[in-house]
């Protein structure tokens, strides 16, 4: 079992920062694939970034590329989501998702390849 905590989100003008935190339990972050997903209201839930178990191999969106960056503390078992030049089309609630499969070396972007999910955190960029 994984038990995933987002924090992190909040409203900020566009252009602004924020780093987005997914604070895992019950099984050490770097034994498992992490993505980050958002939702936006009425729209399908998308992969924006993700960090593979094995190698740290990271994975983005091209809508982030650039912009967005997913690293991982192994010793605070917490995987992070640093977002710059946040733009309205960013708004969102972001998940953070773990895939425990180990045969996954790669990050997977469909969220069906996921296991476990957070609750989500609200990110709101204003114009």
């Known amino acids: 079992q994984v038990q995933l905590v987002e924090s992190g989100g909040g409203l900020v003008q566009a252009g602004g920062s924020l780093r987005l935190s997914c604070a895992g339990s019950?099984?050490?972050?770097?034994?498992?694939?992490t993505g980050w997903f958002r939702q936006a209201p009425g729209k399908e839930r998308e992969f924006v970034a993700g960090i593979s178990w094995i190698g740290r191999k990271t994975s983005y969106a091209d809508s982030v590329k650039g912009r967005f960056t997913i690293s991982r503390d192994n010793s605070k078992n917490t995987v992070y989501l640093q977002m710059n030049s946040l733009r309205p089309e960013d708004t969102a609630v972001y998940y953070c998702?773990?895939?425990?499969?180990?045969?996954?070396?790669?990050?997977?972007?469909?969220?069906?390849?996921?296991?476990?999910w957070g609750q989500g955190t609200q990110v709101t960029v204003s114009s």
């Open positions: 019950g099984r050490t972050v770097s034994t498992y694939t």
């Open positions: 998702a773990a895939d425990v499969s180990p045969a996954h070396l790669l990050v997977l972007v469909t969220a069906t390849s996921y296991d476990y």
